[in-house]
C-alpha cells in the first residue's frame, strides 16, 4: 500500500497566522510542526482545525518566504526547548537559542513544550510557609512552597522590582537547594538585561534559567515563550529532581498574546473582549506547574492590570489557581510606600492556623483590623483633622500610620538606584516588631521614625 506523503498547500496569510489545506491524509494534528517545501528553516506550528482539510497555523519564522500556493510539510513532530543543566546560567528564547552571547546551548535533552498536566494523584499537597524576607509579603500575603503567589498593579508601581526581590531573596538563603526559571513574557528588554546583571552580580546566575519572548516579538513568540519555561521548570522537578522557583512577569502579556491570535484566526472574542479560549489557555500553564512527586514548583507571576482594573477578565482568570494575592497600590506608590502592597486588598489563603503560627494569624488579623478601621478615619481627618478626632481614634489612626511606615523596606535589587543597602527581616521579627505596634510600645515616637528601617531595634539608627 502506498503511503501518501504528508503535503500541504498555503491558501492565506494574515500576519504571524498561516491558513494551510491538507486534501490528503493523513491530516497534522494540534501543535505538529510544519516546513516549507522549498526552505526547511521556515518553521510553522499547527494551532487549531479551521474546517474538514483546513488548519491554523502560526508562523515562528520571519514571514518574507511565505506566499499563497506554497508547499508545506508535515514533520510529525511537536516543537522541542532545550532543557536540564546546561540551561541553567543561560538566556534563551523559546526556540533554546542563546540571547547571552555566550554561544550554543548544548543541552543533552529536549522537551516538547506542549504537554499534559501531572494527574490529580501525582501532585503533592504539602504545605509549608515560605519566608521571603520582605516585611509585608511575609506578615500579610505569606508564599507557600510549592504555591502560586500572583503580584497584581498596573503600570510602574513596582511589579517586577518586588517580583525580582522575591527572586533574590529566595534563591540566596538556600543556595543551591531551590533552582529557578524567569519568564519574561512581553516586557522591555531593558528589564530582562537588568535582571541578568542583578543575578549576575549577586552570584546567583548559575542557578538559574532565563527564557524571555519581549515586548518587541510577535504574538506567537510571546504566546509561546510561557510553554517553553514552562517545559524547563517541569524537566527540573522531573527528570533532576529539584525543588523549583518559577517566576513570570507578565501572565497579563501571556493572555494578550493569545488575545492577538485569536483574533487573526477569526474567532469571535467573549463580551469581555477577550478570546474565549481565555480561561483554558490559562488553566494549560497553571495546572503544569504543581509540586509532584515531592519535589515542588513554586510559581510566583506578575500580572499587569489594565488602567488599574482588578476585575480586567485577563486578572480574573488567573485568581483561581493563587494561593496568595499581592495587590500594589498606586496611592501607596504615590505617598512614597515602598513595596506598594494594598495591605487590605492583599490576601493568602496560607494565613491560617495550619500554615502559620497562631502568633502570626493574630498579629496579621489584628493589624488588618486596625488598618481597616484607619481607613474609616480618613475622611475624618480629610476635612476637619486629626485633632478633632476622640483619644481612642486618634490611637488607632496613628497605630496604623506607624504599621504602613513600618511595611516600607530598602530592597537589595534597587541599591544601585537608591543607594540605599536593601534589607532582610525574618518573618518572627516582623510579627514581634508590629505587635509591640499594636500594644503601644511605640506611642511616644512620630510616624516618620517607622519609614524604611528594617527591625525596630533599629529605629534608633535612622
Known amino acids: 500500500m502506498e503511503v501518501k506523503e504528508p503535503f500541504g498547500k498555503i491558501i492565506n496569510i494574515k500576519d504571524v497566522v498561516v491558513e494551510v489545506e491538507f486534501n490528503d491524509d493523513p491530516k497534522p494534528e494540534i501543535h505538529d510542526m510544519l516546513t516549507l517545501q522549498e526552505d526547511k528553516s521556515v518553521k510553522l506550528q499547527?494551532?487549531?482545525?479551521?474546517?474538514?482539510?483546513?488548519?491554523?497555523?502560526?508562523?515562528?519564522?520571519?514571514?518574507?518566504?511565505?506566499?499563497?500556493?506554497?508547499?508545506?510539510?508535515?514533520?510529525?513532530?511537536?516543537?522541542?526547548?532545550?532543557?536540564?543543566?546546561?540551561?541553567?546560567?543561560?538566556?534563551?528564547?523559546?526556540?533554546?537559542?542563546?540571547?547571552?552571547?555566550?554561544?550554543?546551548?548544548?543541552?543533552?535533552?529536549?522537551?516538547?513544550?506542549?504537554?499534559?498536566?501531572?494527574?490529580?494523584?501525582?501532585?503533592?499537597?504539602?504545605?509549608?510557609?515560605?519566608?521571603?524576607?520582605?516585611?509585608?509579603?511575609?506578615?500579610?500575603?505569606?508564599?507557600?512552597?510549592?504555591?502560586?503567589?500572583?503580584?497584581?498593579?498596573?503600570?510602574?508601581?513596582?511589579?517586577?522590582?518586588?517580583?525580582?526581590?522575591?527572586?533574590?531573596?529566595?534563591?540566596?538563603?538556600?543556595?543551591?537547594?531551590?533552582?529557578?526559571?524567569?519568564?519574561?513574557?512581553?516586557?522591555?528588554?531593558?528589564?530582562?538585561?537588568?535582571?541578568?546583571?542583578?543575578?549576575?552580580?549577586?552570584?546567583?546566575?548559575?542557578?538559574?534559567s532565563l527564557i524571555f519572548g519581549q515586548m518587541g516579538e510577535n504574538a506567537s513568540v510571546r504566546f509561546l515563550t510561557a510553554h517553553s519555561a514552562t517545559s524547563v521548570a517541569e524537566y527540573l522537578r522531573d527528570e533532576m529532581g529539584k525543588n523549583v522557583i518559577f517566576f513570570m512577569d507578565n501572565i497579563f502579556r501571556f493572555a494578550q498574546a493569545g488575545n492577538e491570535l485569536s483574533l487573526l484566526m477569526n474567532n469571535i472574542p467573549s463580551e469581555d473582549g477577550y478570546q474565549a479560549t481565555l480561561s483554558s489557555e490559562v488553566a494549560h500553564i497553571h495546572e503544569r506547574l504543581v509540586s509532584r512527586n515531592n519535589n515542588f514548583i513554586t510559581t510566583i507571576e506578575a500580572i499587569y492590570l489594565p488602567e488599574d482594573d482588578l476585575f480586567d477578565q485577563a486578572a480574573q482568570s488567573v485568581f483561581g489557581y493563587l494561593d496568595s494575592s499581592i495587590v500594589l497600590s498606586r496611592d501607596a506608590y504615590r505617598d512614597g510606600r515602598l513595596p506598594a502592597v494594598d495591605i487590605l486588598n492583599s490576601d493568602s489563603d496560607a494565613l491560617t492556623p495550619k500554615n502559620v503560627s497562631s502568633k502570626h494569624y493574630f498579629v496579621a488579623n489584628t493589624a488588618k483590623s486596625l488598618l481597616k478601621k484607619a481607613e474609616l478615619l480618613e475622611r475624618i481627618v480629610s476635612l476637619v483633622g486629626e485633632s478633632e478626632l476622640s483619644d481612642e481614634d486618634r490611637i488607632i489612626y496613628q497605630r496604623a500610620n506607624k504599621i504602613r511606615n513600618y511595611m516600607t523596606q530598602n530592597f537589595f535589587v534597587t541599591e544601585a538606584q537608591t543607594g540605599k543597602k536593601g534589607i532582610y527581616v525574618s518573618v518572627e521579627d516582623t510579627i514581634n516588631d508590629v505587635k509591640d505596634i499594636l500594644d503601644g510600645k511605640y506611642d511616644n515616637l512620630t510616624e516618620d521614625k517607622f519609614l524604611f528601617i528594617g527591625k525596630l531595634l533599629d529605629i534608633d539608627k535612622v
Open 46 to 208: 499547527v494551532a487549531e482545525s479551521a474546517g474538514p482539510e483546513r488548519f491554523y497555523c502560526i508562523n515562528l519564522s520571519t514571514s518574507a518566504p511565505l506566499y499563497r500556493g506554497a508547499t508545506v510539510v508535515n514533520t510529525n513532530e511537536k516543537m522541542k526547548v532545550p532543557v536540564g543543566e546546561r540551561t541553567l546560567g543561560r538566556v534563551m528564547d523559546l526556540f533554546g537559542n542563546p540571547l547571552d552571547g555566550l554561544g550554543p546551548i548544548e543541552a543533552k535533552d529536549k522537551s516538547e513544550i506542549f504537554k499534559e498536566a501531572p494527574s490529580y494523584s501525582e501532585t503533592s499537597d504539602d504545605v509549608t510557609f515560605m519566608e521571603t524576607g520582605i516585611k509585608i509579603v511575609d506578615l500579610f500575603a505569606p508564599l507557600l512552597k510549592g504555591g502560586k503567589v500572583g503580584l497584581f498593579g498596573g503600570s510602574g508601581v513596582g511589579k517586577t522590582v518586588l517580583l525580582t526581590e522575591i527572586l533574590h531573596n529566595i534563591i540566596n538563603k538556600d543556595l543551591g537547594k531551590n533552582m529557578s526559571v524567569f519568564c519574561g513574557v512581553g516586557e522591555r528588554s531593558r528589564e530582562g538585561q537588568e535582571l541578568y546583571k542583578e543575578l549576575q552580580n549577586g552570584g546567583v546566575l548559575p542557578y538559574v
